[in-house]
């Protein structure tokens, strides 16, 4: 049988592991789309037309212009959905856009080339937390924390639009 000190201790252990936790619990407006603005380097969540939140984001390398064809560092443009969640990422969590569409193939296939794929919202994780600027391969990157709650809050099936 557990003494009083032994029984305390173990519940203090077990309350304390859940802080730790980069899971967060939402149960807020449902995010019915993502805006993402890459000019402004803004994103937002949205239910419906109010602003749930809204995040400052890194993206490509390369930011100007459309993403064309594997490796050309750029994020897309377009319509897209939230089509997978990795919860083992490098980058922390991460929440996968359906990139590329059939657009997005038949445009680099028309170039001869591959369109690409692998594109996320991420986190930064270790020293691409000091990173400034833009410097993914094409995804839109937030901070860990931010990612953790974009995580709890976004769906699969999320509608994403990315603009210029």
């Given at each position: 049988?557990?003494n009083?000190?032994?029984?305390?201790?173990?519940?203090?252990?077990?309350?304390?592991?859940?802080c730790?936790?980069k899971f967060?619990?939402?149960?807020?407006?449902?995010v019915t789309?993502?805006?993402?603005?890459k000019?402004s380097?803004k994103?937002?969540l949205?239910?419906?037309?109010?602003?749930?939140?809204s995040?400052?984001?890194?993206?490509g390398?390369d930011?100007i212009?459309d993403?064309k064809?594997?490796g050309?560092?750029k994020?897309p443009?377009?319509?897209?959905?939230?089509?997978r969640r990795?919860?083992?990422?490098?980058?922390?969590?991460?929440?996968?856009?359906?990139y590329?569409n059939?657009e997005d193939?038949?445009?680099?296939?028309?170039l001869?080339?591959?369109?690409?794929?692998?594109?996320f919202?991420?986190g930064r994780?270790g020293?691409?937390?000091?990173r400034a600027?833009d410097?993914t391969a094409?995804?839109i990157s937030?901070?860990?924390r931010?990612?953790e709650?974009?995580?709890?809050?976004?769906?699969?099936?999320t509608?994403?639009?990315?603009?210029?």
């Amino acid at each position: 049988m557990l003494n009083r000190r032994t029984f305390v201790a173990i519940a203090t252990m077990a309350s304390l592991a859940g802080c730790g936790s980069k899971f967060r619990r939402y149960d807020g407006p449902e995010v019915t789309r993502i805006a993402v603005f890459k000019a402004s380097r803004k994103m937002y969540l949205l239910h419906d037309a109010k602003t749930l939140k809204s995040y400052r984001i890194a993206l490509g390398g390369d930011p100007i212009g459309d993403k064309k064809v594997e490796g050309d560092g750029k994020t897309p443009e377009g319509t897209y959905m939230i089509d997978r969640r990795n919860p083992n990422s490098a980058y922390h969590l991460s929440l996968g856009i359906s990139y590329p569409n059939t657009e997005d193939a038949a445009e680099a296939e028309a170039l001869g080339q591959k369109p690409g794929g692998d594109i996320f919202i991420h986190g930064r994780a270790g020293t691409k937390a000091q990173r400034a600027g833009d410097w993914t391969a094409g995804c839109i990157s937030v901070t860990d924390r931010e990612i953790e709650e974009i995580y709890a809050m976004v769906r699969d099936g999320t509608q994403i639009t990315i603009a210029p």
